[in-house]
């Protein structure tokens, strides 16, 4: 079965930069488009960024743009977010989510479990 | 960027009984929505997309209808298991893709 797992997350200080993976089995990696979606503590879910199936198109949340940068690599079935400049609004849960191919139209039908990231000092 | 509104913003409703949960979008999103449940300290699950087909393996008795700005999801005779928060996300238009600020639906 589909199987997407995020690592990566932990505590860290404001201004400094974490990366997080997200490590998938079950399907075809290569051919699907995928999404960081995140929720900052009791509240709701808010858009990071897509990548493409093959990694040449990248879109990200205002947010987030400039300082994290959404990448692949398909021969190792991983996804990254890399996070520069974190801030203290930064701190969520940050979830991977696949499509179901690669149109970016479409709605993510699995996600992982989550990598908790908290900004603190 | 478009923007999605629930309501209400907490359900209360008894085991049996059938929940009706609203989303609304700034502009028209065609049929590009789909509705996700989420239960404590559980990833979002995908219930509905393309406004009205029900995800692989999601009850029959989750139906999503509506199209353009204007989008229901019904439970009918509500489970125990049904009790959670739901979002609704429009994928028209993006980026930003936008989630709705969730229904929370509660037992009675």
């Known amino acids: 079965q589909v199987q997407l797992v995020e690592s990566g997350g932990g505590v860290v200080q404001p201004g400094r930069s974490l990366r997080l993976s997200c490590a998938a089995s079950?399907?075809?990696?290569?051919?699907?488009?995928i999404h960081w979606v995140r929720q900052a503590p009791g509240k709701g879910l808010e858009w990071v960024a897509l990548?493409?199936?093959?990694?040449?198109?990248?879109y990200y949340a205002d947010s987030v743009r400039g300082r994290f940068t959404i990448s692949r690599d398909n021969s190792k079935n991983t996804l990254y977010l890399q996070m520069n400049s974190l801030r203290v609004e930064d701190t969520a849960v940050y979830y991977c989510?696949?499509?179901?191919?690669?149109?970016?139209?479409?709605?993510?039908?699995?996600w992982g479990q989550g990598t908790l990231v908290a900004v603190s000092s | 960027e478009i923007v999605m509104t629930q309501s209400p913003g907490t359900l209360s409703v008894s085991p049996g009984e059938r929940a009706t949960l609203s989303c609304r979008a700034s502009?028209?999103?065609?049929?590009?929505l789909a509705w996700y449940q989420q239960k404590p300290g559980q990833a979002p699950r995908l219930l509905i997309y393309g406004a009205s087909a029900r995800a692989t393996g999601i009850p029959a008795r989750f139906r999503g209808s509506g199209s353009g700005t204007e989008f229901t999801l019904t439970i009918s005779s509500l489970q125990s298991e049904d009790f959670a928060v739901y979002y609704c996300?429009?994928?028209?238009?993006?980026?930003?893709?936008?989630f709705g600020p969730g229904t929370k639906l509660e037992i009675k």
């Open positions: 989510a696949k499509n179901p191919g690669p149109r970016i139209v479409a709605a993510a039908d699995d």
């Open positions: 996300l429009q994928y028209n238009e993006w980026p930003p893709y936008s």
């Open positions: 502009q028209s999103v065609a049929s590009n």
């Open positions: 990548i493409s199936y093959d990694g040449s198109t990248k």
């Open positions: 079950g399907f075809t990696f290569g051919n699907s488009a």
